[in-house]
């Protein structure tokens, strides 16, 4: 880990070098700022880290799931079961195709979603499932995979959080032959600024999704031809120029944001009222997208984030449970609907998390915790 630093600590940082300002420079330079040779580039080597043929660079990860959702068929009168722990992309990939999403309850542990759970929720007019891995922490993919044949469903994985994971076979996360999506905003493991990317699984839904971030034009750019309905989803050749400098070192900086939660794991292990993520089970590997902590049943998390911050140690809540907010309130969902991940969105906080913290960072952070948790 690096050295001891005087900065103020940041909740979250991407790891940036020379080497993405020099990619930047030379698109810049070159004129070929959208849709050229960088965006190619990022594609080939990302696809070629994660052992797949076919990924489609997106300007979000957002814009990767809706594009998945579409891919996939799902529309108007079509539910979708996925966890309503998650940021809300998820959900509102669905919502943009008139899709319902039907939420089931998480795993007390992973928090990912529960398969159990899942299967109880399958209903006639259910077309798909969407696990999130949620936290980087890889979902039971294998068991959804098994649902999904046995029940005739479409699957798309939300990896947003999880490059680099590693599901409970050993195989990296988006490697299975499942429609993936994967995102590079700026707090996230490797970052493009803003940006996703849609692994698929043939050739047919790759043309697809590439056409349909670029307003459905056809494969053929010499000329003005849109066969079908798109989107502006483009990812520029500026974005792409960052992601193919992080790829390159994606492994160093995993191995490093791994280091990091290890030694916080050392620290906060000794305090009591907290549980702690768990950094795998079996061949399952967590990647570290950020360091959640859940405080004890009857500890007020918010008071426990205030007094923190009156430390000069910034933390947040993270996640709410989005069927409580009012975009879903139509389909008639409210509190005590999912008790799981409803008390993990109600006990669980994120704590300053990236490559650069420093052991005096570490130390401090801990420090802090335990007297507010003391107090």
Known sequence: ??????????????????????????????GSLSLGPMLERFENEFAEWLGVEHAVATNSGTAALHLGVRALGWGRGDAVVLSPFTFVASANALLYEGVRPQFADVDPVTLDLDPEAAATAISDDTVGLMPIDIFGF???????????????????????????????????????????????????????????????????????????????????????????????????????????????????????????????????????????????AGLAVRSWFVYPVMVDEGVDRDRVIERLGASGIPSKAYLPSVHLFPQFADFGYGPGDFPVAEA????????????????ADLDRVSAALEEVLDA
């Open 1 to 30: 880990m690096p050295e001891a630093s005087q900065a103020d600590l940041a909740l979250a940082r991407p790891e940036l070098g020379e080497e993405e300002e020099r990619l930047v420079l030379e698109v810049l330079r070159s």
């Open 344 to 359: 993990a969105s109600a006990r669980s906080l994120a704590l300053p998390f990236h490559g650069g913290l420093s052991p």
């Open 138 to 280: 890889p979902s039971e993919i294998a068991r959804f995979e098994s649902l999904a044949g046995e029940r005739g469903l479409g699957l798309l994985e939300d990896a947003a959080q999880a490059i680099g994971a590693l599901d409970a076979e050993g195989r990296k996360v988006g490697s299975r032959g499942i429609a993936t999506a994967f995102a590079f905003y700026a707090n996230k493991q490797i970052t493009t600024g803003e940006g996703g990317i849609l692994v698929c699984p043939d050739h047919e839904m790759a043309a697809r999704v590439r056409s349909e971030r670029n307003q459905g034009r056809s494969p053929d750019m010499s000329r003005m031809d849109h066969t079908g309905l798109g989107f502006n989803y483009r990812m520029s050749d500026i974005s792409a120029a960052i992601g193919v400098a992080q790829v390159e070192r994606l492994d160093e900086i995993l191995s490093r944001r791994a280091e990091v939660a290890a030694a916080y794991g050392e620290r906060l292990g000794q305090i009591a009222g907290l549980t702690l993520p768990e950094s795998g």
